[in-house]
């Protein structure tokens, strides 16, 4: 079974920029798999940032960006403030309809 | 404004069967390329896909999940319901209808969500 990892935590300073990957378990991951990305605050549902890869929602803000980096998708944070603390999700299109989610990223601004 | 709102029992006893509803608001569920379906989060846990449907009827599920779930859509009600059979512990959770967008035989991504309801599995 093919698993979908990122990294469990990650923490930028106000106004720094961070990046946070989503790769395979087995394998690289490409556009192919239609990477997006959704942040997700306590109590709240997600809120989608970020689809085929690198395209912003509406709204999302342009700090906000995707690319494919190496072997994995990859969520890029410029000018980073404090309510973009929260958990962000990426999802890969695996498929025969079958999304898979990682397991989330928490994301602390200090 | 397109809106997707839940509802069904919060608690179910174990082994019973999860009923849940979405009722699709602002926005027809007959749209083409969308598939409309569920994902959950289990108590300080990440998300998981359960699977989605379209409005002909036709389903995607999550090969994990595939033994008990089944969704179904009701279009003259601009509804979509999921049930879970044989539930246990391990399926209490926020459950959150969604709209996703498929188009080709890919889908892209998730564009509305409901707010979630808990539903908890207890005896």
């Known amino acids: 079974q093919t698993v979908v990892t990122q990294e469990p935590s990650f923490s930028v300073s106000p106004g720094g920029t961070v990046t946070l990957t989503c790769g395979l378990s087995?394998?690289?991951?490409?556009?192919?798999?239609?990477p997006s990305w959704y942040q997700q605050t306590p109590g709240q549902a997600p809120r989608t940032l970020i689809y085929s890869t690198n395209t912003r929602s509406s709204g999302v803000p342009d700090r906000f960006s995707g690319s494919i980096l190496g072997n994995k998708a990859a969520l890029t944070i410029t000018g980073a403030q404090a309510d973009d603390e929260s958990d962000y999700y990426c999802v890969l299109y695996m498929g025969s309809g079958i999304s898979v989610f990682g397991g989330g990223t928490k994301l602390t601004v200090l | 404004q397109l809106q997707l709102q839940e509802s069904g029992p919060g608690l179910v006893k174990p082994s019973e069967t999860l009923s849940l509803t979405c009722t699709v608001s602002?926005?027809?569920?007959?749209?083409?390329?969308?598939?409309w379906g569920w994902i959950r989060q289990s108590p300080g846990k990440g998300l998981e896909w359960i699977g989605s449907i379209y409005y002909s009827g036709s389903t995607y599920y999550n090969p994990s999940l595939k033994s008990r779930v089944t969704i179904s859509v009701d279009t003259s009600k601009n509804q979509f319901s999921l049930k879970l059979s044989s539930v246990t512990a391990a399926d209490t959770a926020v459950y959150y209808c969604?709209?996703?967008?498929?188009?080709?035989?890919?889908?892209?991504?998730?564009?509305?969500w409901g707010q979630g309801t808990l539903v908890t599995v207890s005896s």
């Open positions: 087995s394998g690289s991951v490409s556009t192919s798999y239609h």
């Open positions: 602002g926005g027809s569920i007959s749209i083409s390329s969308y598939y």
């Open positions: 969604t709209r996703r967008y498929c188009t080709n035989g890919v889908c892209y991504f998730f564009d509305y």
